[in-house]
């Protein structure tokens, strides 16, 4: 069974700083997908990047960008330029291109950001 | 396109009912899926449908959950003699072929 790591139950920021959020998993499958969602307090989950294990060309969404290092099974992602509505639980989330559709998630990063 | 909603947002029950959530998916969207989040976690797999078909159902999904989605469209997911353990957000989310799954608002089940 997969199984996502995020290490860092919290993180905080200074506004307009970069941030760093590290997630880990584990699988011994080849083809996948890798997602980072955004869930802001009492507010739904909303999609922040994805990217596939296919691709050796890390996703980049405006000021999101991630470092996918499938050799490490690494999946970080960084936030530039914080804002002050970036202040979220970010969750980081496996699913497999093969055996099934159910996303697999982290224990998720609380997002502090500091004006 | 609407995004996913789901109804109702809250829900207060005592031990022993039952409670039934209703999920409406993205318009286009042929699957669908229902997940668990307790305070403080990632949401939880609980079960998956493509169009009608159930084809996915997670060890915690016991006997007293069910769910079913007719049509094809919306989906139910009710829980019989809740007990104090179901209190959690129940998340549904729907997707297309490609696979990236947008998530509805959430139930609020507080079991008393």
């Known amino acids: 069974a997969q199984t996502v790591t995020q290490s860092q139950p919290e993180m905080s920021v200074q506004e307009a700083e970069t941030v760093t959020l590290s997630c880990t998993y584990d699988t011994s499958e080849s083809d996948y997908y890798l997602f980072w969602y955004k869930q802001p307090p009492s507010r739904q989950m909303i999609l922040v990047i994805r990217q596939e294990a296919y691709k050796q060309q890390n996703a980049t969404e405006n000021r999101f960008s991630v470092n996918f290092q499938k050799a490490a099974k690494s999946f970080s992602l960084k936030i530039s330029d914080s804002q002050l509505g970036d202040a979220a639980m970010y969750f980081c989330a496996y699913r497999s291109q093969t055996s099934g559709s159910r996303l697999t998630f982290g224990e998720g990063t609380q997002l502090t950001v500091n004006p | 396109d609407t995004g996913v909603s789901q109804n109702p947002r809250h829900k207060i029950t005592k031990r022993g009912q039952n409670v039934t959530f209703r999920c409406d998916p993205i318009?286009?969207?042929?699957?669908l899926y229902w997940y668990r989040q307790t305070l403080g976690q990632g949401p939880e797999f609980l079960t998956y449908f493509q169009n009608e078909a159930q084809l996915e159902k997670s060890r915690l999904l016991s006997d007293r959950f069910s769910a079913e989605r007719p049509k094809g469209s919306f989906s139910t997911l009710e829980i019989q003699r809740t007990e104090q353990g179901d209190s959690a957000m129940y998340l549904c989310?729907?997707?297309?072929?490609?696979?990236?799954?947008?998530f509805g608002p959430g139930t609020r089940l507080l079991v008393l």
């Open positions: 318009s286009e969207h042929n699957r």
């Open positions: 989310a729907s997707s297309g072929d490609r696979g990236t799954q947008y």
